[in-house]
């Protein structure tokens, strides 16, 4: 039997945000192709993030759950040292812990700007940098940042996330300029609007959705699992270790 396509055997993967939505389709899909996974969210009161550490657990892998606020160093630090403890190496990040604060930026108050900031752009680079500096030592691997679509095309009300995920992208390819010379892959998948409970204000408005798809080439909005695809491609070192500082839009075409 030939070796899958898409095969992450032994690899150590951690994946931010990875409660529900984007973070759990692909820690799933990690795991599914033989990695062990950690899981990290900001929320594990509710139980979904160690639902998802069983599910992996459940396919034959190891996985562990862990609380982080991404924006917080720290923590960052903290979830790094535990997955350092147990596993030895981080083969592959995921950053894809994020949110979405709606505010014109005329009337955008300071903190909703610095929440969105810490989040969404500050929370990737620590990321990056604390799992970076392990990855130098081991001499290779993959981080992987998730965006969006809306880094390149602006919706009404989203300023400042499109501003911040903008600042994803820019992070994306100076991180590849500085680490390809110790074998570390870094590249930014930008999803198309995706059905999860974090886009459904939008889905659920019948009007947008509407209007959306009639946009969209393919004439959908994504799933999470249209994503899986780029994730394990770009995670995959000999199917991509030629490719670094990309940013891979999965949108239906809507940025076509």
């Given at each position: ?31 599914e ?6 899981v990290?969210?900001?929320i ?24 982080v606020?991404t ?7 903290n ?19 994020g ?18 900031m ?9 990321c ?16 992987i ?23 994803v992208?820019m ?6 300029q500085?680490?390809g010379?110790?074998?570390?892959r ?39 699992s ?31």
């Amino acid at each position: 039997m030939g070796v899958p396509i898409f095969s992450l055997s032994g690899e150590i993967a951690i994946v931010t945000g990875g409660r529900r939505g984007i973070g759990r389709a692909i820690a799933i899909a990690f795991a599914e192709a033989g990695a062990d996974v950690i899981v990290a969210d900001k929320i594990t009161e509710d139980g979904e993030l160690a639902n998802v550490s069983n599910e992996i657990i459940k396919l034959g892998r190891q996985s562990m759950a862990i609380r982080v606020d991404t924006s917080v160093k720290a923590d960052v630090e903290n979830m790094v040292r535990e997955v350092m403890e147990r596993f030895g190496r981080i083969d592959i990040l995921l950053n894809n812990a994020g949110i979405l604060i709606r505010s014109t930026l005329l009337d955008m108050p300071e903190d909703v700007w610095d929440t969105l900031m810490d989040v969404d752009l500050k929370g990737y680079f620590l990321c990056a940098q604390a799992v970076g500096r392990e990855m130098v030592k081991k001499g290779g691997g993959s981080i992987i940042n998730i965006a969006t679509q809306f880094a390149f095309k602006v919706t009404q009300g989203m300023g400042g996330y499109s501003i911040a995920k903008a600042g994803v992208v820019m992070l994306t390819r100076a991180l590849a300029q500085e680490l390809g010379r110790y074998n570390i892959r870094v590249n930014a998948i930008a999803p198309g609007l995706i059905r999860t409970d974090f886009s459904k204000p939008s889905w659920t408005d019948r009007d947008f959705l509407r209007q959306y798809e009639a946009s969209v080439p393919l004439g959908r909005i994504g799933e999470p699992s249209d994503l899986i695809g780029a994730a394990l491609y770009l995670a995959t070192n000999n199917l991509s270790s030629y490719v670094t500082g990309q940013t891979l839009v999965v949108d239906g075409g809507a940025l076509a």
